[in-house]
């Protein structure tokens, strides 16, 4: 690995890795948490795969992929997680991974309940609900005290397991899509074990730009994208679930493509888009060669200190996530405080710097701004930021 890969300041190394992508000429874009862009070459080897199974078509599809490439791609995933290949499988992304983990999960019972925070993506937060309706659980709804410290949100969670004893599942997002927080997962989900409460982990803004290691975090369920920071083509993602708590996950709605043994059948069974599955390959190689989560998350989270530490003072601007290095990554969220309607000041960043973000709302926080610099951004993209963030303030 070189090691010119983990030199998060170096704009020169870090443009000769922007080269590789093809962008279109508009708005700078600091909107990059919805998904990521491919690299040209990834872009090609798509394109080269779209023709090849469009030709071949079921011919290729059942005499390579079906039987030997599909199985490949699961374990080369399975390596980048650290984890066995048994303990993963392939889904259309993370919504559709933790849907899959939150109604298949069997170990609830009528009266049980179960636990959402503010800060959940709205599908999660939907699902859990929908247990209410289908499984008779309780919804334990929290929302967490702002500004948030790391032990003020550990401190939340053991409040409601202690207030609430009959928490069997809870669902625990792992970088908020609101605002970029960074949650303690360690330490909530050992407190949640101390407490006999399952965890289901939304990963979807966590690969690829934070380093974990599942066993490590403790967790036994997970949905994650692989269109974000690893720099697939959009509709895929996988979910997690811990060999030895397979069974605590039903295959989904009797699936029968596979055995109950295998983790395939906690996930519907359908035509999946091929040609992206194998570009993954190349995806996994080029993620690794740059560095990985190592270097990818040092250069945003540098980024994400250029503005943060040039607007964090000004009067008029609140920097909601915290400052504390575990606590936060790329994804960063502020407000103006003199402003009570932040569209109205996304559309002004947009109109007057050139500027694209996006405004969230939804959390017990308030509404804000999400900044989320991508891998292709530069230094001087942050501090036109700042400098838009303080005269607008």
């Not at 690893?230 to 605590?248: E, N, V």
């Not at 610099?373 to 993209?381: F, N, Q, V, Y």
Request: aromatic share 8%; charged share 20%.
């Amino acid at each position: 690995m070189p090691d010119n890969t983990f030199r998060a300041h170096d704009e020169a190394f870090w443009r000769t890795f922007a080269d590789r992508y093809d962008v279109q000429p508009g708005p700078i874009n600091l909107e990059n948490g919805y998904f990521g862009r491919m690299s040209r070459t990834v872009i090609e080897e798509y394109q080269r795969n779209i023709e090849m199974i469009n030709s071949s078509n079921s011919v290729h599809v059942r005499q390579r992929f079906e039987k030997l490439e599909s199985v490949e791609i699961r374990k080369q995933l399975a390596d980048l997680l650290r984890v066995p290949a048994q303990a993963v499988a392939l889904t259309r992304n993370a919504s559709d991974a933790l849907q899959s983990l939150i109604r298949n999960y069997n170990r609830l019972q009528p009266g049980d309940q179960v636990l959402i925070c503010d800060l959940e993506y709205d599908t999660v937060k939907s699902a859990m609900r929908w247990l209410a309706r289908y499984r008779g659980v309780e919804v334990i709804e929290i929302e967490h005290s702002h500004p948030a410290s790391f032990e003020s949100l550990v401190a939340s969670y053991r409040a409601a397991f202690e207030q609430h004893p009959r928490i069997k599942l809870m669902a625990l997002t792992h970088v908020t899509h609101r605002t970029g927080l960074v949650m303690p997962v360690k330490a909530i989900a050992a407190c949640a074990r101390e407490h006999g409460i399952d965890v289901i982990l939304d990963g979807a803004h966590a690969l690829g730009q934070i380093e974990f290691d599942l066993e490590e975090l403790g967790i036994s369920f997970a949905g994650y994208n692989l269109h974000k920071w690893i720099g697939a083509p959009l509709t895929l993602g996988f979910l997690y679930i811990a060999p030895h708590r397979l069974a605590d996950i039903d295959p989904d709605m009797d699936e029968f493509h596979f055995p109950a043994t295998d983790i395939r059948s906690r996930t519907p069974y359908s035509t999946p888009n091929i040609p992206a599955l194998l570009t993954l390959p190349l995806v996994f190689e080029e993620h690794r060669a740059i560095g990985g989560a190592a270097a990818k998350g040092a250069r945003l989270n540098y980024l994400r200190n250029l503005w943060v530490d040039a607007v964090q003072d000004a009067p008029g601007i609140e920097v909601v996530t915290p400052n504390d290095p575990r606590l936060y990554c790329g994804i960063t969220s502020m407000r103006f405080t003199r402003q009570a309607d932040q569209q109205a000041m996304v559309d002004r960043l947009l109109s007057d710097y050139n500027l694209f973000t996006v405004a969230r709302s939804g959390s017990a926080c308030g509404s804000c701004i999400r900044i989320t610099p991508g891998l292709i951004s530069t230094a001087a993209d942050m501090h036109l930021m700042a400098k838009a963030l303080i005269e607008l303030s």
